[in-house]
């Protein structure tokens, strides 16, 4: 009986050795978004009589940056049209050079780098063009994903010859 157990111990399988570490090539990827803004599809601005100011909130502007960027700036403007009530047979015009925009400074941000208001006070207010747009709000440096939300302000300066009526013209946010 004790030859069977020598024949059994030398039959046994040796475990093999385990190696001690193994490496997994792992990958994921960040998808790049885009550069958007969205704004008040209205405002309404308030009452005032001809020769007097107007200011009223545009309500927020917002841009979301999900581009991923190893550099996320980007810059905001903004133009307008004039500003017209009476219909097409008798228009009467307010022109977008006599309304003042002012940013203010932003109402919230997230992400890196930094956000610049291009009005940060009513002082500082420009008026509005229809054909060239002036800058709004600005994002420098930050990587990755942002936001920034601001509620411009517009100063209609009346003209002392205005006519009563309802005036409607259109504010233009863009951004690149």
Not at 37 to 49: F, K, P, V
Not at 70 to 80: G, K, L
Not at 93 to 108: I, K
Request: aromatic share 6%.
């Amino acid at each position: 009986m004790g030859s069977s157990v020598a024949l059994f111990a030398a039959g046994a399988a040796i475990p093999a050795s385990a190696a001690p570490t193994d490496d997994t090539a792992t990958t994921f990827a960040v998808l790049a978004g885009t550069l958007d803004i969205d704004a008040a599809a209205t405002a309404d601005l308030g009452t005032g009589a001809p020769g007097a100011d107007i200011t009223g909130s545009l309500g927020a502007v917002t841009v979301s940056d999900t581009r991923a960027a190893a550099d996320a700036s980007w810059e905001t403007s903004v133009a307008s049209t004039d500003f017209t009530t009476g219909g097409a047979t008798a228009p009467e015009t307010v022109l977008a050079s006599e309304v003042d925009y002012w940013s203010g400074a932003a109402t919230a941000t997230t992400g890196t780098g930094t956000f610049t208001p291009a009005q940060a006070t009513a002082g500082a207010a420009v008026p509005l063009s229809v054909t060239v747009p002036i800058t709004a709000f600005t994002h420098t440096g930050g990587t990755g994903n942002d936001t920034a939300t601001w509620a411009p302000t517009l100063i209609v300066n009346l003209p002392l010859d205005s006519q009563a009526g309802t005036y409607t013209g259109t504010v233009t946010h863009s951004v690149a």
